[in-house]
């Protein structure tokens, strides 16, 4: 599918969540959940390369993880600047470089180092190309280095099918101001209350427990599903298949469960 006529803005959309919810807390969410995947105790001596950096949440908990260097960009001018806030916060550390690029830019990547640790959550399938967005992290890693992404699957999203939401997100992105806020309401009132009101205390529960999540807050990441256009999504043997097959690398952990599988690849051991 191709996302060439709209693309949702999600730097704003990070820029308000570091407006409104961020915290010290969350990025030791963050940091715990990026070592616990990665499965390592910290990140000393390693270069992290964070594609699609957002709100810059992750790239500033590598640097808390002990990061050796890190290097941040995201296509988005937003995201750039949500990011650069975060880094300002961190006391502007001169091993940590934010820029602005695309993964589908060739000429742009050449300009990159080779990562320890290539980290693209929930980023790649955004891009209107995104196997071609997976297949080119790879000359970004080190011979040694590790690949961790997350990539929206093709399971049902609250029972009910990729192509309805693909429909969702592309009535969203032509709605104006008063539209979107309206089918942010929908979607709670249908999918997280269900229709009643008696669930409202269960629902606030959720939202405060929701930065257990990676650091993330409900209704943000609630605007980036609604929003989030280019959209593709994939099996996750679909990208194995891809990953290990096409590109060469090998499977080293896995997470599924929510609307996003992890993924940690590395290159065959044997073949260091």
């Given at each position: 599918?191709?996302?060439?006529?709209?693309?949702?803005?999600?730097?704003?959309?990070?820029?308000?969540?570091?407006?409104?919810?961020?915290?010290?807390?969350?990025?030791?969410?963050?940091?715990?959940?990026?070592?616990?995947?990665?499965?390592?105790?910290?990140?000393r001596?390693?270069?992290?390369?964070?594609?699609?950096?957002?709100?810059?949440?992750?790239?500033?908990?590598?640097?808390r993880?002990?990061?050796?260097?890190i290097?941040?960009?995201?296509?988005?001018a937003?995201?750039?600047?949500?990011?650069?806030m975060?880094?300002?916060?961190?006391?502007?550390?001169?091993?940590?470089?934010?820029?602005?690029?695309?993964?589908?830019?060739?000429?742009?990547?050449?300009?990159?180092?080779?990562?320890?640790?290539?980290?693209?959550?929930?980023?790649?399938?955004?891009?209107?190309?995104?196997?071609?967005?997976?297949?080119?992290?790879?000359?970004?890693?080190?011979?040694?280095?590790?690949?961790y992404?997350?990539?929206?699957?093709?399971?049902?999203?609250?029972?009910?099918?990729?192509?309805?939401?693909?429909?969702?997100?592309?009535?969203?992105?032509?709605?104006?101001?008063?539209?979107?806020?309206?089918?942010?309401?929908?979607?709670?009132?249908?999918?997280?209350?269900?229709?009643?009101?008696?669930?409202?205390?269960?629902?606030?529960?959720?939202?405060?427990?929701?930065?257990?999540?990676?650091?993330?807050?409900?209704?943000?990441?609630?605007?980036d599903?609604?929003?989030?256009?280019?959209?593709?999504?994939?099996?996750?043997?679909?990208?194995?298949?891809?990953?290990?097959?096409?590109?060469?690398?090998?499977?080293?952990?896995?997470?599924?469960?929510?609307?996003?599988?992890e993924?940690?690849?590395?290159?065959?051991?044997?073949?260091?």
């Amino acid at each position: 599918m191709s996302g060439d006529e709209l693309r949702f803005g999600f730097g704003q959309n990070w820029e308000r969540y570091l407006r409104e919810r961020f915290s010290e807390e969350r990025v030791q969410i963050s940091k715990e959940h990026l070592l616990r995947f990665l499965q390592v105790t910290d990140l000393r001596g390693k270069y992290v390369l964070d594609i699609g950096c957002g709100s810059g949440l992750h790239s500033l908990a590598a640097l808390r993880a002990g990061a050796e260097r890190i290097v941040s960009f995201d296509f988005d001018a937003h995201s750039v600047t949500a990011t650069e806030m975060l880094r300002k916060y961190a006391g502007n550390p001169p091993n940590w470089t934010v820029l602005q690029g695309s993964i589908l830019d060739n000429q742009f990547l050449e300009t990159i180092d080779p990562a320890d640790i290539v980290h693209s959550w929930g980023v790649l399938h955004h891009t209107g190309s995104m196997w071609q967005a997976v297949e080119n992290t790879k000359p970004l890693m080190k011979p040694d280095g590790s690949l961790y992404i997350a990539l929206y699957v093709d399971d049902p999203y609250f029972g009910l099918p990729m192509s309805f939401w693909v429909d969702v997100k592309q009535r969203y992105n032509k709605a104006g101001w008063f539209g979107t806020k309206r089918m942010e309401w929908w979607y709670f009132w249908r999918f997280h209350l269900q229709r009643n009101p008696a669930n409202l205390p269960e629902l606030l529960r959720q939202a405060r427990d929701y930065k257990k999540n990676r650091g993330m807050d409900l209704y943000r990441d609630a605007v980036d599903w609604l929003g989030g256009w280019p959209f593709e999504y994939a099996s996750v043997d679909e990208v194995k298949n891809f990953v290990c097959g096409k590109m060469g690398l090998e499977l080293r952990n896995l997470a599924t469960g929510q609307a996003c599988a992890e993924y940690l690849f590395g290159f065959p051991r044997e073949t260091r």
